[in-house]
């Protein structure tokens, strides 16, 4: 992504982070005309940051919101990108345009955070990445996992941890003083569920909880209170409070912040986020 930001780039960001907007509203927002800014508009959508709707409007994607995080804080240009030796790996592997896309992406995400879990990876990446493939499993394990894996700085998960990560210093720590200043910002929205169990003020027993129960849906979809309760309990075993007060004071006010997470009925939620045809941008080769 060759793609360096503007002011008038992180504004257009920024607004985009609140609710999906209409070029036409944008222009009247940043003093641009609506012609110089579709072209603009297109620019950022090619690098990933945002994409079209079917209605016209236009939103962020994850990594939109994760270079929002990272360019906030100050007026330099931002250059959007991996390191250049994974850039370099990622052009060896010969693989079709919208999967080194994909793979960059998947890269830039560990690269900015640090670390993730493999559901978190996928929730981040999968939607806006697809790359061919109709199943967010079928993408993972058929293609990504092992072409991640493959890349400098990009280490496995290994002896039965659950846990990727980049060995180099995270983008996170770069930009803020404790990687967690951003929290003050208060975003009403977030890119992806990692960004949201990041930015949370939560114990670090609510944000293995939680991940807990996110994990159970992505997999399954859907999945019972009773269910998600349970396996958030079971997690981290709280000894202060009962396994219905953990549930209803510290893990479903959570859980129900989360992207793609919704409230089917009283007994039953639904995940959402693996789904390729409600807007993301699939890459075509």
């Known amino acids: 992504m060759g793609l360096t930001l503007t002011t008038r780039d992180r504004i257009v960001l920024r607004l985009l982070a609140e609710a999906p907007v209409s070029c036409n509203e944008i222009a009247a927002t940043v003093e641009w005309s609506a012609t110089d800014l579709e072209g603009r508009l297109e620019s950022l959508e090619e690098n990933g940051l945002l994409w079209e709707r079917d209605n016209g409007t236009y939103t962020l994607t994850g990594s939109g919101f994760r270079v929002l995080e990272t360019s906030g804080s100050d007026n330099r240009d931002c250059q959007i990108d991996v390191s250049d030796q994974i850039q370099q790996t990622i052009g060896e592997l010969n693989l079709r345009p919208d999967r080194a896309k994909a793979v960059q992406s998947a890269a830039a995400f560990l690269q900015y955070w640090g670390q993730a879990s493999e559901s978190e990876i996928i929730d981040g990446i999968y939607s806006e990445r697809p790359s061919g493939y109709e199943s967010a499993d079928g993408w993972w394990q058929t293609f990504m996992r092992e072409t991640l894996a493959s890349l400098p700085d990009i280490k496995p998960p290994t ?30 929205s977030y890119g992806s ?7 949370l003020a939560l114990t670090a027993d609510q944000r293995a909880a939680v991940h807990a129960a996110f994990v159970v849906l992505r997999h399954n979809s859907t999945a019972s209170e ?4 349970r396996e958030s309990y079971e997690r981290v075993k709280p000894t202060t409070m009962s396994a219905e007060a953990w549930w209803s004071l510290r893990i479903e006010p959570i859980l129900q912040k989360l992207p793609g997470i ?24």
């Not at 990692?194 to 930015?199: N, V, Y």
């Open 159 to 188: 002896n039965g941890a659950t846990v990727w990560q980049y060995a180099g210093t995270p983008e996170i720590e770069e930009h803020t003083e404790d990687g967690r200043s951003f929290l003050e910002s208060s975003p009403t």
């Open 193 to 199: 569920v990692k960004h949201a169990l990041e930015t």
């Open 226 to 229: 009773t269910a998600l309760k």
């Open 262 to 285: 919704e409230r089917v009925d009283e007994q039953t939620f639904h995940y959402t986020g693996d789904d390729v045809g409600s807007g993301q941008h699939p890459d075509s080769e």
